[in-house]
């Protein structure tokens, strides 16, 4: 099993999580939220949050291809990485079909996902 593409893979989910969430307060949520009509601080924490978990759910999920590379996996562990693998190309399509190609997320899920299918070959 290639440790590297499964590294490669964890370091670019983790990088993913941080920028996703670096940006998105800076670039997005700032304005949506500015822009919104309703004020309630429920609806604000709420939109806030669900932006900060799926970033944490990417770097969960390097976080699990980061321990394939250390510890090979089982059968169930390539299981599991070839739906993360998946999760991420998936990801990268939606990035690519919402927003189109200047997307920066497009070709950073696109090699993620490959690379830790990369390490199944």
Do not use: K
Not at 2 to 9: C, E, F, K, Q, R
Not at 50 to 75: D, I, R
Not at 91 to 106: I, K, Q
């Amino acid at each position: 099993m290639g440790t590297a593409g499964l590294t490669i893979a964890a370091v670019l989910c983790v990088t993913i999580a941080i920028v996703h969430s670096w940006l998105g307060e800076r670039q997005i949520l700032r304005i949506v939220l500015a822009a919104t009509q309703d004020r309630r601080q429920s609806f604000r924490r709420i939109v806030r949050g669900a932006w900060h978990l799926t970033s944490f759910a990417w770097a969960v999920c390097g976080a699990v291809l980061a321990v394939y590379a250390v510890h090979p996996p089982g059968a169930a562990g390539r299981a599991v990485i070839v739906i993360l693998g998946a999760f991420l190309v998936v990801n990268a399509l939606t990035c690519l079909f919402v927003s189109g190609v200047r997307h920066p997320g497009v070709p950073i899920f696109l090699l993620a996902g490959l690379a830790a299918l990369s390490a199944l070959i």
